[in-house]
């Protein structure tokens, strides 16, 4: 039996109490986050926030499947979801079928997430026929940076909003369980939320949609620029550097260690050298 939330589970709270989500890259951050949301989401934001990248697009299959394990390994509660990174599913719905199903496979998540909307629902369809819960993702395509010209927000004419709806439409209609809506005009995505039966997943998006997801390294503050759509609910960048620079004066200083974090010697002392 399964244990986790399922993508079912998801699907089935459109409309209900707002769905958390937040991504997570590692097993000691899933463990930390797991006990308090209901989607762990192992975003190939991973490639910038961990890897030093400038965009997604160069993110690869097997960093995605690395990343996810330790993901799984880490959490027991909530529902993991793993990006299909750049060039692993757009070609056809066979190749997008051989790559989520490794994902699925090696990892142990409960979903994948792929980008794209009209274009992608035949694919969408061929997944999920074949066992595999999709959530889409539309809007701000992150993937698609080099055809955008950068990350600016869409949708912010409403004479745009029309192709917006049928990519949410087409997701839907194709079988997804649920849609991320990335950096849109506030007014298109509570439309959106309104009009289609799977829950929404704002990020940069409305407080109206059915759940919300951030990067948890920029909610933490440890990110050192973040977009406009990101509270910052801690501010671990400062708490980072003065651990850091307490520690680097203690080792000058030869205040670390200190005899608590030290051994002692486990022989007996000979009579003879005592006292
Ligand atoms: O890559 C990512 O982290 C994401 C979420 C923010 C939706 O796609
Ligand atoms: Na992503």
Redesign the pocket.
Known sequence: TIKRITAPEIAARKGGEPIV?L?SYHAQSAALVDPHVDVL?V????GMVMHGLDT?VPVPLDLMIAHAQAVVRGSERALVVV?MPFGSYEESPAVAFRNASRIMKETGCGAV?LEGGVQMAETIAFLTARGIPVMA?IGMT?QAVNQLGGFAARGRRQAEWARFEQDAQAVAEAGAFAV?I?AVAEGLAARITQEIPIPT?G?GASPECDGQ???LEDMLGLSPRVPKFVKEYAELRTAVEGAVKAYARDVRGRAFPAEEHTYSTLEEVPEALKK
């Open positions: 989500v991504t989401m975003g190939d934001s991973l997604t990006d997430k993702h992150p991320v990335e997943i990020i997801v951030l990067v």
